[in-house]
């Protein structure tokens, strides 16, 4: 492979306004040489695995840098590397002249070339990526990339959030949406998302542990919807939108708010002229309130502090993702002009010939570390059958056979020290096989804000004592909202069966004691995604 014909994107024209296309972008094949000794010293040649696609690369082909985001332009028809003007990627090397990489390497470059084969100086490479780790590549695109940097700068470096606040964050599905409300989950907050569909709504609540979340496309009166979701005000709003939901959210701040201003997605295919105004900025002076815009540059003396603690949530799978994916390097048009869609959910990347742009299909963490897909949480697991052990410690205390209420993915909030509770869907607990599970009186007693004492067998046959509720508190959210937990020694039952974040597990519920007056139930972890991914 001395010479590769090699496909590039350019920049043709700038895109002033609207969606870059075509016309502006361009795609061509040019040849290349991978000889040795047409490298120069201290270079490297590299294959692009993935190439992310984010945002801000919009506001590099306007043509004008003065206009919003102040950044440089990408210059016209130039693909080779230069600084500053090529998105992040991961690519393996495949000719080095610098000792420090090898060919096969995999590495993360910051400033890699829109094209699936290019030379670049080796000092563009920042990270050699150790398989050891168990991380997969994409996770330095995300979680360890610009997504996850953006989000803890923001939640982290400048809402500086404390347990029991409340945080909302617009594009809540987006790349760095997803990641900034689990961080913020992870800090002990209440977090509440919008995005733009029913679909997004329940992958936020179901798979990424957000307390609640609502679709701007149903709930159009922003006002309101931001009454009902935040009864007490907002402490930190994370800012991926700008226009008409920034001012709706500035008429819920709490005194002292913060609001990094990560980005403003519906407002960067328009010239200043057409943006849209926010009229309530004086609310600020009153709440002094704290909104600060930010550039990731500025926080590149804290990159490793992040890396540390983002690397750690990962390795705890106290952090999840979604990745989309498009192959192909002639993808790249569709996937940026996919970011400014509703159709949008997750990250995008590229995947060199195979180049996965991060669309067409969910790629997963690692064959080392898999999340299971849908059709496992449905099928592959245990079917609902009590081990005959359990059934006859249930014996023990009455001669009701347990009846199952739900089977659980257990998300990061399910296990998480601050959370402490494992959260029961309210459709789960209204009836199971045809009865209702509690009693009008019971129901009434939670609605109001008390709790129920329940006996809780786990899968070791240990009894524990628990305490069922209503969460969150009331009066902290409309009652349709509010959902079931089991608490108190709820950390205790997470350290007796080694509980993490992927398993799934069964909770079965029975009646027992004199006219059945007392509740139970068995917990029954059916699939351990430890031992799943040894």
């Known amino acids: 492979m001395e010479v590769v014909q090699s496909k590039e ?3 043709a024209a700038y895109a002033r306004d609207g969606v870059p296309s075509s016309d502006h972008l361009k795609l061509r094949t040019v040849s290349l040489s991978l000889a040795v000794d047409s490298i120069p010293d201290n270079h490297v040649a590299i294959q692009s ?8 690369m919009r506001s590099r082909m306007t043509g004008v840098e003065e206009d919003g985001l102040n950044v440089s332009q990408y210059p016209i028809n130039q693909v080779r590397y230069s600084s500053s003007k090529c998105p992040y990627g991961v690519g393996k090397i495949i000719r080095s002249k610098d000792a420090k990489y090898k060919e096969g390497d995999l590495v993360v470059c910051p400033e890699m070339p829109l094209a699936e084969y290019s030379v670049i100086p080796s000092q563009a490479v920042t990270t050699k990526i150790d398989p050891a780790l168990g991380v997969s590549p994409l996770e330095y695109l995300n979680v360890l990339g610009i997504p ?19 945080v909302f964050i617009s594009a809540a599905a987006g790349g760095v949406g997803m990641i900034a409300g689990q961080l913020a989950e992870l800090k002990g907050c209440r977090v509440i998302g919008s995005t733009g569909s029913d679909d997004k709504v329940r992958l936020l609540k179901e798979e990424f542990g957000f307390d609640d979340a609502f679709n701007y496309k149903k709930e159009t009166d922003l006002d309101a919807a931001l009454s009902k979701y935040f009864p007490n005000g907002i402490d930190i709003y994370f800012e991926n939108v700008g226009g008409r939901t920034l001012e709706a959210v500035l008429n819920h701040v709490n005194t002292y708010a913060r609001i990094p201003l990560c980005g403003m997605i519906s407002q960067y295919n328009k010239v200043w002229t057409e943006r849209e105004g926010v009229r309530n900025l004086l609310n600020m002076v009153g709440k002094e309130v704290h909104m600060q815009g930010f550039m990731l540059r500025s926080y590149l003396h804290q990159f490793k ?12 799978q106290k952090l999840s993702s979604k990745l989309k994916t498009n192959k192909g390097i002639e993808s790249f048009l569709d996937s940026i002009a996919s970011l400014f869609t ?11 010939v195979v180049i996965a742009t991060n669309k067409a299909k969910i790629h997963r963490k690692s064959k080392k570390n898999p999340r299971p897909t849908k059709e496992q949480k449905k099928a592959d697991f245990k079917p609902p059958n009590l081990p005959s052990e359990l059934i006859e410690k249930v014996k023990g205390l009455t001669d009701e056979v347990p009846k199952l209420v739900m089977q659980k993915y257990i998300s990061v909030t399910d296990v998480s020290d601050q959370h402490k509770r494992l959260l029961i869907p309210k459709t789960d607990m209204r009836k199971v096989d ?19 004492k329940v006996t809780l067998i786990l899968e070791t046959k240990e009894e524990m004592k628990l305490k069922l509720s209503k969460w969150p508190k009331k009066n902290e959210v409309d009652e349709s909202n509010r959902n079931y937990v089991l608490q108190s ?35 029954l972890k059916v699939f351990d995604n430890k031992l799943n991914n040894a």
């Not at 695995?49 to 801000?56: R, V």
């Not at 996850?148 to 409340?166: L, R, S």
């Not at 509703?342 to 060199?352: H, M, P, V």
């Open 9 to 11: 994107w350019y920049m």
């Open 49 to 56: 695995l993935w190439i992310s696609i984010d945002p801000y």
């Open 148 to 166: 996850g940097f953006a989000a803890w700068v923001g939640i982290q470096a400048i809402g500086k959030p404390k347990a029991g606040e409340n």
């Open 305 to 316: 502090e992040f890396a540390t603690e983002m690397g750690g949530y990962l390795k705890e």
């Open 342 to 352: 509703s159709s949008n959910s997750g990250y995008q990347s590229l995947r060199e």
């Open 434 to 452: 045809g009865s209702m599970l509690l009693t009008d009186q019971e129901k009434k007693g939670l609605d109001e804000g008390g709790d129920i």
């Open 489 to 523: 020694d709820w950390l205790e039952v997470i350290d007796k069966i080694d509980l993490k974040g992927g398993d799934v597990a069964q909770l079965w519920a029975f009646r027992f004691g004199q006219d059945r007056t007392n509740l139970g139930f068995v917990f």
